[in-house]
């Protein structure tokens, strides 16, 4: 009779434990650190390049210096001297131009592209293209193809005039076309930004009020006052602040097509800046309080637009 065989039994292994899961407040934890480590080096390039720099300029503007030697304290002489500078209000007074004829074209221009835009049916994706090529070319070729333009001899703009009839024009050259001038390369320049910003607005209207307004009998110039404007008023307003803002800066356009003249015509509070640190020996201390002068200029404009702002939400 034969025997079972006992086979020997293999010596289990011992079974591993699941990992322990994360608690939650670990996770919130990991989540949080992670978070706060983007955020912290935001905060720590937006403080080097954009708060370091305004600081630094306060500083600068009650000190004499050629940030060589050591800087020398001088209170509110630099302040003193720039208002007392004879270039100082027909500075302002060509910013303030500026800034009012660049809202004029500039602002209003691009909303009405817009909205001509919106309502087309074809090519309307070619059109955007089209409109916002010059904001994609760098501001140096777009004022040097405009210096070619204003040219008094062969330039496009007087060749134009002489087809037409009319007499050519001394376009960079005289008092009363210059600044003009330097306004139209400006809006060309930008316009195409402020276009898709208004197209990306009024797509986000409901189609039903348009219908309900063509429904009364309302025209296309009705709905835009009576439906686009009141439902777009958040953004005017935002770009509103943002031209007034950026066409108080303005620097290029008279330092590439102008210099500041014909006799200070297009000297502008940015431009007198830079002639205060670069021109008229290092005076870096008067650029920078005439910088502190427009930087207060430009918050009060913004504390201006954040009120309106905060009146239209309500």
């Known amino acids: 009779m034969d025997t079972p065989t006992v ?3 293999r010596p289990s292994k011992p079974q591993r434990r699941p990992p322990a899961r994360p608690t939650r407040q670990r996770r919130t934890l990991r989540t949080n650190i ?12 937006f403080a080097l390049f954009a708060w370091w720099p ?3 300029q306060v500083v600068l503007s009650f ?16 302040f003193r001297s720039v208002v007392e500078d004879p270039a100082f209000g027909q500075a302002w007074k060509n910013t303030f131009a500026f800034t009012f004829l660049a809202l004029l074209c500039g602002y209003v221009i691009p909303f009405v592209v817009a909205v001509v835009l919106n309502e087309l049916r074809h090519a309307r994706g070619y059109l955007r293209f089209v409109v ?7 501001p140096i070729v777009s004022v040097l193809l405009f210096r070619w333009f204003y040219d008094p001899g062969p330039g496009l703009f007087n060749q134009m005039l002489d087809f037409v009839g009319l007499p050519g024009l001394s376009w960079l050259d005289s008092t009363d076309t210059a600044l003009i001038s330097l306004v139209i390369v400006s809006t060309w320049m930008n316009m195409g930004s402020g276009v898709l910003i208004y197209l990306a607005a009024l797509q986000s209207i409901p189609g039903d009020l348009y219908e309900a307004a063509e429904l009364d009998g309302a025209g296309i110039l009705r709905r835009v006052w009576n439906v686009t404007v009141p439902q777009t008023r958040l953004i005017l307003l935002l770009m509103l602040m943002l031209q007034v803002v950026a066409t108080m800066q303005v620097f290029i356009e008279p330092y590439m097509l102008t210099g500041g003249g014909p006799e200070n015509a297009t000297v502008t509070v940015a ?14 201390g008067a650029g920078s309080a005439l910088g502190v002068m427009l930087m207060i200029v430009l918050l009060a404009v913004a504390a201006v637009q954040l009120r309106l702002t905060r009146d239209e939400k309500r």
Request: proline letters at 5%.
């Open 7 to 9: 086979q020997a039994k």
């Open 63 to 78: 000190q004499e210096t050629n940030l060589v030697d050591e800087p020398k304290w001088v209170g509110l002489d630099n």
């Open 54 to 56: 305004i600081i630094r």
């Open 132 to 138: 916002y090529l010059p904001v994609m070319l760098p």
């Open 34 to 45: 992670t978070a706060y480590g983007f955020l912290c080096a935001a905060l720590f390039c």
């Open 271 to 284: 431009f007198l800046m830079y002639q205060y640190a670069f021109v008229y020996g290092g005076n870096y």
